[in-house]
């Protein structure tokens, strides 16, 4: 079965690209950059972030900074002063700020996965933002698990890129189930798994329909060339990775048979 092939395709690496570097840290983010990516692929960094006690955005994922760092508390209860004294068990570096994650991932676009629950945390997060200016803006998504977080983003800053949340997804999903893609969300960045809990969400259906809204599907997480093979077959246009230097000369070495179009030796999920 022959299908559009989706270029240039997003490599995001997750975390920096934590099965290779220590998660959310400079070393991770500095060894994806020097990754080997195919022509038809580019690279864009995702870090996760949480906001601080006095609004001051850092890159960490959990709520405790004594799962990753020589601390001990909150991460929304700790300010930034707190923060910056901290180190990274795994390698003795200081957490990330946004000024250093804006500047460290320049020129790639960069993916700020909020962690805060809070939707009044995304105020202070904007806030920082707009302090860099439309160009730095340009090249960031906020995306969240939390919908009330993402909705109070673009309330508060509608020209930030964000992606879709989990309950537009799972609308979008449904609806193509019953055949009712035409009513399904549009307008977003879906940064979707490509299954869940046996279920498929990155179907053919599911691509086709948002390609065809000029909607972006990214899906996580793919660790394996012939499975971005088999996503770019369908016109997923990125794909989030641990590993991005190992999926990186994988790529490289399985070649690029057609920048238009590939022809798959199996059948795809449906």
Not at 11 to 16: D, H, M, R, S, T
């Amino acid at each position: 079965m022959l299908y559009v092939v989706s270029t240039p395709f997003s490599i995001v690496a997750k975390a920096g690209g934590s099965a290779e570097a220590p998660e959310n840290t400079r070393a991770a983010v500095t060894a994806a950059m020097s990754a080997p990516l195919p022509e038809w692929a580019r690279l864009v960094i995702e870090l996760d972030v949480r906001v601080s006690r006095d609004g001051a955005p850092v890159v960490i994922h959990d709520a405790e900074v004594e799962n990753t760092t020589d601390g001990r508390g909150r991460v929304d209860e700790l300010d930034a002063e707190e923060l910056a004294a901290l180190r990274v068990r795994a390698n003795g570096e200081p957490l990330l700020f946004l000024d250093a994650m804006l500047e460290l991932s320049a020129p790639h676009e960069l993916v700020i996965e909020a962690h805060d629950a809070d939707p009044s945390r995304a105020a202070p997060l904007v806030r920082a933002l707009g302090r860099h200016g439309q160009a730095a803006q340009e090249r960031v998504i906020v995306a969240s698990e939390h919908v009330r977080f993402v909705h109070a983003v673009r309330r508060l800053e509608p020209r930030l890129r964000t992606a879709a949340t989990a309950r537009a997804a799972w609308a979008k999903l449904l609806l193509e189930r019953v055949r009712l893609e035409r009513f399904a969300p549009r307008g977003h960045l879906w940064i979707v798994p490509v299954e869940h809990r046996g279920l498929a969400v990155v179907t053919p259906r599911f691509a086709r329909s948002a390609v065809r809204a000029g909607d972006p599907v990214w899906a996580y997480t793919v660790d394996d060339a012939n499975e971005v093979a088999r996503l770019r077959s369908l016109g997923v246009n990125g794909c989030f990775t641990t590993r991005p230097a190992a999926l990186g000369a994988a790529l490289l070495r399985a070649g690029d048979p057609s920048e238009r179009e590939l022809q798959l030796t199996h059948a795809p999920r449906r």
